[in-house]
């Protein structure tokens, strides 16, 4: 069974800064899908990033962007300029070639100081 | 406009008394699947159904039944609550089960059993 493990409870950084969320995976797959989620308090799950794992090339949205490492099943998200409605749970989901639906992390819970 | 509704959004119900959560997509995806949401546990699947009337277990299925009868809706049915299904039920839906296609969420419902 594939693992997803966010070693990070909880993240705190600054305004305007950059911050990386650490999340790392666990899986015999060679294809197969990964995510990270966004969790504002109204509870919404928002897809922040996508990353197929065939694509070597690191997937970038805005200012976020993962760093994928797939010999060392890593994948973080660089959060870079951070604002207030960043403030969120973040988490981090694989999803395989089965039917069986998305493993998530525990959870990052990031708060922004203004 | 592309939406997964699920029906109650809240509800507090007492030991023992049956309840459904209804789910309805207006996308004619062929995947869907329940999920239900702890602290410090992540999101964890409970069921979910490649079709009409094919649905499976997910990682965490007891105390809770489905069915699918139409494509549109998947409601999720608690015969006899108990105090430990307290938690944030989602909804998701997809195309298919593949993770390349867009899964969308419904907003959640708080179930608290007392």
């Given at each position: 069974a594939q693992t997803v493990t966010q070693s990070q409870p909880e993240m705190s950084v600054q305004e305007a800064e950059t911050v990386t969320l650490s999340c790392t995976y666990d899986t015999s797959e060679s294809d197969y899908y990964l995510f990270w989620y966004k969790q504002p308090p109204s509870r919404q799950m928002i897809l922040v990033i996508r990353q197929e794992a065939y694509k070597q090339q690191n997937a970038t949205e805005n200012r976020f962007s993962v760093n994928f490492q797939k010999a060392a099943k890593s994948f973080s998200l660089k959060i870079s300029d951070?604002?207030?409605?960043?403030a969120a749970m973040y988490f981090c989901a694989y999803g395989g070639g089965g039917a069986d639906g998305l493993t998530f992390g525990k959870g990052t819970h990031l708060i922004i100081q203004p | 406009e592309a939406q997964v509704t699920q029906n109650p959004r809240y509800l507090i119900t007492v030991t023992g008394k049956k309840l459904t959560v209804t789910c309805s997509q207006?996308?004619?995806?062929?995947y869907m699947s329940w999920y239900r949401q702890d602290p410090g546990l992540g999101l964890r699947q409970i069921y979910y159904s490649m079709n009409v009337e094919v649905t499976d277990k997910g990682d965490v299925p007891e105390g809770y039944k489905v069915s699918r009868k139409e494509k549109r809706n998947f409601p999720l049915i608690l015969e006899s609550p108990s105090p430990n299904q307290t938690s944030l039920y989602f909804c998701a839906s997809s195309?298919?089960?593949?993770?390349g296609n867009t899964i969308y969420f419904g907003e959640g419902s708080w179930l608290t059993v007392v």
């Open positions: 951070s604002q207030l409605g960043d | 207006n996308m004619n995806h062929e195309l298919t089960g593949h993770f």
